[in-house]
């Protein structure tokens, strides 16, 4: 087209929003002929496109920027007027930035008042996001930002029997069968089975992952307040694994979202002198989850049976007898109600020695550094025939380990998120019914 004699390409920022469950957010036209619109705006005089998204999301659906965060941007895509447009003879169209915004909440509440844009807005399920939503002359370029933001081999299917959810780009859909890292209960186990580096369950990048992790952690806070306020079920989550696998980092990063009064982490140290008095699970048994509570134990009864077993701190027949008691300790809790979910970070040795490098050369990081983390490191064999023994004897029915793929921390996260979110839903977590009518209560100035 000659820009000389029609004019030229009108800039504009336009949004694809998202909130934490998919769901895409769009507003209806009030005219006579009723479609549906990303919100959209003219960036004005001083501003930037960023400025420009956040001022028309509040103006045209009221969303504020303290409610979402911006993911990915897209620039270039142009649309032109029909003649009969009221703006086609200043300019040929729109060229548009398009924005992926991702809410912090599920279906957050919009609002239409402050502005005559839209007269009302929905939040579509993915797999009801089609063409034919949009204005003819809007919907070539509908197509194409979708394209850009959301990953599908048959993209936009033109029949309902066809149809299907259209996962976007940051959401790329995880595999459910996560049961590929578990031990199976009974079974001979090979370590060299389960890569350290695996990342069969999600083929995205590590950015493509996020607005997944967050939408995982979302779910996990939901589901921590019903277990919280259920007061019913127990959720014991153990971390296992070498020096420098990320037992900390995943707590971290993986139950942040917790309430802290319904959650712990406990963490093992070598045992002190008074607990070397007792029998090994005599410091264990008090630190377990009571009803409605979420115990991590970062290292556990487990260091009692490898540390003993591989730096011969006792006889052999003290960590043989060993896997016997836990397994009974174990099958207690769970008779009792509580989940247990056991977790094995596998790294390799290469990213091992990367990890503890890192801590040399941070100094933020050194204070983790200690002399015998290398003298373990010398180990290193003896720790994974003696960890391939535990997590094959130590696998049951009741309390089945998860075998993790730690080399990415990224995708370890993602993947202990997503098991997490599974054994949760599991319970069928409830908020208790209400003591009170809220309609009987009258609360007085």
Same mark, same amino acid.
């Given at each position: 087209m000659d820009e000389s004699k029609t004019g030229a390409w009108r800039k504009n920022a336009a949004a694809i929003i998202v909130d934490a469950q998919g769901n895409i957010l769009l507003g209806k036209d009030p005219g006579r002929n009723q479609y549906w619109h990303f919100p959209q705006g003219g960036v004005? !005089?001083?501003e930037n +496109? &960023?400025?420009t998204i956040a001022r028309e999301v509040w103006e045209e659906v009221g969303i504020r920027p303290s409610e979402y965060k911006i993911l990915a941007h897209g620039h270039g895509f142009r649309y032109a007027y029909p003649p009969s447009h009221r703006r086609s003879g200043r300019w040929i169209g729109q060229e548009q930035t398009y924005f992926l915004l991702l809410c912090h909440k599920i279906k957050p509440k919009s609002d239409v008042s402050r502005s005559n844009e839209f007269s009302e807005t929905k939040w579509f399920a993915q797999s009801e996001i089609r063409p034919q939503l949009f204005p003819k002359f809007k919907r070539s370029v509908a197509k194409q930002v979708l394209k850009h933001f959301f990953v599908t081999n048959q993209y936009l299917p033109k029949t309902p029997q066809q149809r299907h959810t259209v996962p976007v780009k940051h959401i790329? &859909?995880?595999s459910p069968d996560i049961s590929r890292y578990l031990v199976t209960p009974g079974k001979k186990l090979k370590m060299q089975d389960y890569s350290p580096s695996d990342r069969s369950l999600f083929q995205g990048t590590k950015e493509e992952s996020a607005l997944f992790f967050d939408n995982l952690k979302t779910e996990l806070q939901d589901l921590q307040k019903r277990l919280y306020a259920q007061h019913k079920h127990r959720v014991l989550v153990i971390l296992q694994g070498m020096d420098a696998s990320g037992k900390d980092g995943c707590v971290r990063q993986v139950f942040s979202c917790m309430d802290p009064h319904g959650m712990k982490v406990i963490s093992f140290k070598r045992p002190t002198a008074l607990e070397l008095d007792h029998d090994f699970l005599w410091r264990v048994h008090p630190q377990v989850p009571a009803n409605g509570e979420v115990v991590v134990f970062n290292r556990s009864h487990y260091e009692d049976i490898i540390a003993v077993r591989v730096k011969?701190?006792?006889?052999?027949?003290? $960590?043989q007898r060993r896997y016997k008691y836990v397994v009974d300790f174990e099958d207690m809790l769970v008779g009792e109600g509580t989940t247990i979910i056991k977790i094995f970070l596998n790294i390799s040795k290469e990213e091992q020695k990367e990890r503890l490098e890192s801590r040399l050369k941070d100094s933020q990081k050194l204070w983790k550094f200690e002399p015998s983390d290398l003298a373990d490191r010398a180990m290193w064999d003896e720790f994974q025939a003696a960890y391939q023994? +535990?997590?094959e004897k130590t696998s049951t029915e009741a309390a089945p380990w998860y075998i993790i793929p730690g080399? !990415?921390? $990224?995708?370890r996260n993602l993947i202990?998120?997503?098991l997490l979110v599974e054994k949760l839903r599991a319970l069928n977590l409830q908020f208790p019914e209400p003591k009170v009518d809220p309609s009987d209560i009258i609360v007085h100035d």
């Open positions: 004005m !005089r001083g +496109l &960023e400025h790329m &859909e995880l011969k701190l006792f006889d052999d027949a003290v $960590w023994d +535990l997590l080399d !990415r921390k $990224w995708y202990v998120a997503k």
